[in-house]
């Protein structure tokens, strides 16, 4: 990484920060450090586009599971498949929350945020709230607003791989559902274990028995 940087940009590289906080503008001029920046962008994305892809397939396929005729349903109607992962990634969101920092004092639910806290938003309790998703813990593959969940998060925070890992998941179940018959577990389902991880939502393992298709 080193050997391919230019060195001009990194002895000028300097961003002008904008501080937006209790509704008072401010700014100040940082030393950016190309070296630190690339590192930690080069690990979010090996990490995003890695775990939370995989973690959102087996979860999916627990859901799969768990909805009686649901594997033959995708089999035979392999066009409802892209909003079965919308489905999916709205009740498994692979990113349980995102880090945010308060603007201004606020008060949620009888808490007081003092301005410049830091805060999470939970994105996989949201995409649970009955008030827009009725039975919200109910796999529906042809749920109509399947897709207005958050589990990439929105606006400018929005996942930068939302539209590959979608892909992806499409492909997977899709070469799954048209290859084996059924799926089972291979344990218990009270061993299914999660993984350890405050922002990321997964098992730590998914063991399946799968059923070629004759």
């Known amino acids: 990484m080193e050997d391919h940087r230019r ?31 690339v590192r930690q962008h080069r690990q979010q994305i090996l990490v995003a586009g890695n775990e939370s892809t995989t973690n959102t397939l087996s979860e999916g396929l627990l859901i799969l599971l768990r909805t009686p005729g649901a594997w033959d349903r995708l089999h035979n109607e392999p066009e409802l498949i892209p909003n079965a992962v919308e489905e999916m990634l709205r009740m498994a969101s692979a990113v349980a929350g995102s880090w945010r920092i308060a603007a201004r004092d606020c008060e949620i639910g009888g808490v007081a945020i003092p301005a410049g806290a830091t805060i999470m938003l939970r994105n996989a309790s949201a995409n649970l709230d009955p008030a827009r998703y009725p039975e919200p813990e109910q796999f529906q593959p042809d749920r109509q607003n399947a897709r207005s969940h958050i589990g990439f998060g929105r606006g400018i925070h929005q996942c930068i791989g939302n539209l590959l890992a979608r892909r992806e998941l ?3 179940i899709e070469l799954l559902v048209g290859r084996f018959a059924c799926i089972t577990l291979a344990c218990d389902e009270p061993d299914l274990a999660y993984a350890p991880n405050v922002l990321l939502r997964g098992r730590a393992s998914v ?3 799968l059923e070629l298709r004759a």
């Open 7 to 37: 060195p001009e940009i990194h002895d000028a590289w300097h961003v002008r920060r904008h501080v937006h906080c209790n509704e008072v503008r401010s700014e100040q001029r940082v030393a950016f450090h190309p070296h630190i920046e």
């Open 170 to 172: 499409a492909v997977a």
């Open 207 to 209: 063991p399946v028995r």
